[in-house]
């Protein structure tokens, strides 16, 4: 794991890619979770026996699902040190440009994008780009926005 000493640290990054994360495999259970806690059963992503009849060959994870596994990836990669808090601020572009199938295996690589001066602290871009092991493309690609607040 990547640590960043500061906010002077963080803006001598800027262009970097900070590091990947390990995988995660969605498991049909993962998505069924996610379905739960979201209240989205859409059939794409339950129901086994009908999705197996699309292109997909199958179930894929809800775009969210992958977007939320952010968090954990970005903490498996990169923490923030000498710094007195950071936190989510939210998201800037965010897009899926492929599935998720049922069974992948997803990673994250993160790339510090930006940091930009706000009152008291700084705002950093990390892109996060999604994964699936032998994908062609990225499954999602996210502007994510954080703030870290001197010390």
Request: proline share 5%.
């Amino acid at each position: 794991m990547l640590t960043i000493n500061g906010i002077a640290d963080l803006k001598a990054r800027v262009g970097e890619e900070l590091g990947v994360s390990g995988c995660y495999e969605v498991t049909q259970e993962r998505i069924d979770a996610f379905a739960d806690a979201s209240g989205d059963h859409q059939w794409i992503h339950v129901d086994p026996e009908r999705a197996r009849e699309t292109p997909f060959g199958g179930t894929i994870a809800h775009g969210l699902l992958t977007l939320s596994l952010g968090p954990r990836f970005g903490s498996e990669i990169f923490t923030i040190a000498n710094v007195a808090f950071a936190l989510n601020y939210g998201f800037g572009k965010v897009r899926f440009p492929a599935p998720v199938p049922v069974g992948s295996l997803l990673r994250m690589r993160a790339t510090l994008t930006a940091v930009d001066d706000v009152a008291g602290g700084v705002q950093l871009t990390v892109t996060q780009t999604f994964e699936v092991e032998g994908g062609e493309k990225p499954v999602c690609v996210a502007e994510s926005l954080l703030r870290a607040y001197g010390s």
